[in-house]
Nanobody, 122 residues
Framework: QVQLVESGGGSVQAGGSLRLSCAASGSTDRRYCMGWFRQAPGKEREGVVTIGRVTGSTYYADSVKGRFTISQDNAKNTLYLQMNSLKPEDTAMYYC???????????????WGQGTQVTVSS
């Protein structure tokens, strides 16, 4: 099994920054790919960014390119999301997720954390 626990969410003004963390445990085979997703009220969940746990290859949604940065510390089994230049439209519940393969395929992610709320005010 895979366990994912997010932290670091909060409220920030537009233009500010937040750093999310995701502590992972369980089978590393099932965590070959890691990623961040988000869901705003009334909207479908969307992929934000993914990373290959071994390759380090990343894939960003266009809406966050140049503002968000994913990173990982495999020794600590921790995934990070540095979010800069935040906008009100970034307001959402942010989820950490893992997949066994297909890192760039948003629908391959089947292990999920409980989420951490990010609220950006204008």
């Amino acid at each position: 099994q895979v366990q994912l626990v997010e932290s670091g969410g909060g409220s920030v003004q537009a233009g500010g920054s937040l750093r999310l963390s995701c502590a992972a445990s369980g089978s590393t085979d099932r965590r070959y790919c890691m990623g961040w997703f988000r869901q705003a009220p009334g909207k479908e969940r969307e992929g934000v960014v993914t990373i290959g746990r071994v390759t380090g290859s990343t894939y960003y949604a266009d809406s966050v390119k140049g503002r968000f940065t994913i990173s990982q510390d495999n020794a600590k089994n921790t995934l990070y999301l540095q979010m800069n230049s935040l906008k009100p439209e970034d307001t959402a519940m942010y989820y950490c997720a893992a997949a066994e393969w297909g890192c760039r395929l948003w629908d391959q992610y089947k292990y999920w954390g409980q989420g951490t709320q990010v609220t950006v005010s204008s």
